[in-house]
């Protein structure tokens, strides 16, 4: 293993690329610049949703112990994945960058650059630094590497890659160099790597081969004790993984000869991509990839070691055992799912092993190989920079991975969220039908398309869809809820309860559930029930500020005007500036004095006047905003005639607010406009403008 002396003649490209420290200067700025511009990338639909976007409140409030404590995508336990360390990094990102999505990308892309000087250190102990340096280079910049760096989620393997890396590491100076501070490190970074991934189960083999191949002595005892610690560890892990969450399967309900068959297929479609990076996809699977390009990996490589042999025999099949562990767990898993996604960043950790592999192979020396070797670095950093702009925002991420992999039913629904989002309510039916007919098992599909419906406004056939989703899921406390949902808009309270009552039934915990259910006992009037739900709405989730709001409304309707202010406070100290929260609270203020609120403080109004007042601002926060904005015009028109400018610039304001909350966006910055042409210092005006171009830059980002 001992270093390899230059040769002469590439003094040239010693002094300027390897000298010193050198090489880890060019390996840490190649490797970020390739990725740098994933920093103006947003949140993906996959994953990035539930592991940051739906939760970031929790990431930004949870202590370290339920961080430990809980599942990957879970805050309640269950079934689920236990990666703690990723969830950390998630947490520090959230804070640092106060939950912007350019952070966690500058994460991704610095943890890439560590994990690649890893493996340079990691090379350097079986190779000549020039070669180390060269495949490192490659590495760097693969384009199948992609998808862990572009993809926010995607760190777990590279994480798990430094940690890996760092270990094995440690462990060849430990056996080197004797000293227990390296076996130390060893142990704790074999720790770090089995709370970052599961797939690290079977280190302890790659540790006994390491162990075998540098140690010359070969100490039985020696070689028990380590033996022992790292299966204690693992175990210790194990139960402790287990008393947390559960991952598990119940291999009686899966065919498993086509899962065998299904996850050997995926091996040969990965071991391609390890080296040829083309049919690359965001979701790939074996049904809408080649498998020729890993069938000839598989013979070149075979051919290639047969003819040409190895300069070390036990370190290629060091790196091709390190190949296989790492790559057999995760495609075993997905192997059992009807179209298993095989991932990309999956192949991270397991491209070391790759590349170790083919380094012991004796391959001749090629006339003008460093040409060639400049030739596919630059293809490298030409694909791999038009590859990562797919990851760019949510739409270009969903709309890839249905064009890449057609079979999948998970693109489609993607896709469909999408567009969904951008409210082309057509194009997402389309493409949630799309899912159903890949999978009729595709649950969710059919809840989403029921909810297109319902926003298309074709209520029957949203039920239909629902129904057909609960009679197929009776667990799905969602599926209840959005049906509930439609039956509250239908004005049939009872069996909006009923599902409400279900969707709770599921999980005791679902805030949502609790404040439509409360919603449907206040349009019946049974307030008692109403409140209480409103209360358990806010105990589950003490940032749910509708929830604050309804039972404003709720105090107010009973005339409790100081418990009613005291809750659009809470509402508003969770959403600043919601201009429902801000009407029903001044409404509430103006019930309690009048003067408490300057704007209005002067504006005249009579009895008849005060009345419709009132009845436009009921209609507004039951969100019957063209009935309100008829009673604001006629308001506007009574206020001109009595000359009353306060007044008029005060219901021109709601005018303008009515014309948002219905996505008349023109009118309403029309109306405000005018508004503060009139009146310059109108804080209201400005306040409302701002909420307008906050509106439609979020529909602008969908």
Request: aromatic share 14%.
């Amino acid at each position: 293993m001992n270093k390899k002396k230059l040769l002469k003649d590439n003094d040239w490209f010693y002094l300027f690329f390897l000298k010193g420290n050198r090489p880890f200067y060019w390996l840490a700025i190649l490797s970020f610049m390739v990725f740098c511009r994933t920093l103006s990338f947003g949140f993906s639909p996959l994953d990035d949703y539930m592991l940051i976007v739906k939760r970031l409140d929790w990431l930004l409030n949870c202590s370290l112990s339920e961080v430990f404590t809980k599942g990957v995508f879970k805050t309640d336990g269950g079934s689920d994945y236990y990666r703690p360390l990723l969830v950390l990094s998630f947490k520090l990102d959230a804070i640092i960058g106060k939950g912007q999505p350019w952070m966690f990308h500058l994460t991704n892309v610095l943890i890439h650059s560590l994990s690649t000087l890893l493996v340079f250190v990691f090379l350097r102990h079986f190779i000549e630094t020039k070669k180390a340096f060269v495949f490192v280079l490659l590495f760097a910049t693969y384009p199948v590497l992609t998808h862990t760096v572009a993809w926010i989620p995607g760190r777990n393997d590279s994480l798990l890659a430094v940690f890996s890396l760092a270990s094995i590491i440690f462990l060849i100076r430990y056996i080197k160099d004797k000293k227990m501070i390296f076996l130390l490190l060893h142990l704790f970074l074999f720790i770090c790597v089995l709370f970052t991934k599961e797939s690290a189960l079977l280190m302890p083999l790659l540790f006994m081969g390491v162990y075998w191949l540098f140690n010359k002595n070969k100490k039985v005892l020696n070689t028990i004790i380590l033996t022992c610690l790292w299966i204690l560890i693992t175990l210790g892990w194990w139960f402790f993984k287990n008393n947390i969450v559960k991952t598990e399967a119940n291999l009686s309900l899966f065919d498993l000869k086509r899962v065998f068959i299904d996850a050997l297929l995926a091996f040969v479609m990965q071991t391609g991509k390890a080296i040829l990076p083309f049919q690359q996809a965001v979701l790939p699977n074996t049904h809408d990839t080649s498998l020729i390009p890993g069938l000839l990996v598989i013979v070149i490589l075979i051919s290639l070691s047969i003819k040409y042999k190895f300069n070390d025999y036990k370190v290629a099949f060091l790196g091709l055992g390190w190949f296989v562990i790492f790559l057999v767990l995760p495609t075993l898993l997905s192997a059992f799912e009807k179209v298993g996604i095989q991932y990309e960043h999956r192949l991270y950790v397991s491209m070391v092993g790759m590349m170790l592999f083919i380094s012991q192979i004796k391959l001749k020396k090629i006339k003008w190989s460093g040409l060639i070797i400049i030739m596919i670095l630059v293809f490298f950093i030409i694909k791999t920079n038009i590859r990562s702009k797919l990851y760019r925002n949510s739409f270009s991420f969903a709309f890839a991975a249905a064009a890449e992999s057609p079979s999948s039913a998970v693109a489609f629904n993607l896709l469909g969220n999408e567009y969904n989002n951008r409210k082309d309510y057509d194009k997402a039916i389309k493409s949630y039908s799309q899912a159903i007919e890949l999978d009729s098992l595709k649950i969710s599909a059919l809840f989403n398309r029921g909810n297109a419906y319902k926003a298309k406004g074709n209520i029957n056939l949203a039920l239909v869809d629902y129904n057909k989703g609960l009679k197929k899921d009776s667990f799905n406390a969602k599926g209840f809820f959005d049906r509930g949902n439609i039956y509250f808009d239908l004005g049939q309270f009872d069996k909006a309860i009923f599902d409400y009552d279900k969707a709770i039934l599921i999980y005791p915990g679902y805030s949502n559930a609790h404040n439509n259910r409360g919603n449907a006992y206040a349009r019946l009037k049974k307030y008692n029930r109403a409140m209480a739900d409103f209360t358990r709405a806010i105990y589950f989730r003490p940032n749910n500020a509708n929830a604050y709001n309804n039972r404003g409304n709720l105090y107010s309707e009973l005339r409790e005007f100081e418990k009613a202010l005291a809750d659009y406070n809470s509402a508003l100290a969770i959403k600043p500036g919601e201009s429902d929260f801000l009407a029903n609270r001044d409404f509430v203020l103006k019930r309690l004095n009048p003067k408490t609120i300057p704007a209005k403080a002067n504006i005249k109004l009579n009895a008849e006047e005060e009345q419709q007042l009132i009845q436009a601002y009921t209609l507004y926060k039951q969100k019957n905003y063209q009935q309100a904005l008829s009673i604001f015009e006629k308001l506007v028109l009574s206020a001109k005639q009595k000359n009353d400018k306060i007044s008029e610039m005060s219901h021109r304001n709601n005018i303008g607010l009515c014309h948002i909350k219905m996505g008349n966006y023109a009118k309403a910055e029309q109306e405000l406009k005018a508004v503060i042409r009139e009146d310059p210092q109108n804080h209201k005006a400005h306040s409302n403008l701002k909420l307008l171009y906050k509106t439609l830059k979020k529909n602008l980002n969908r």
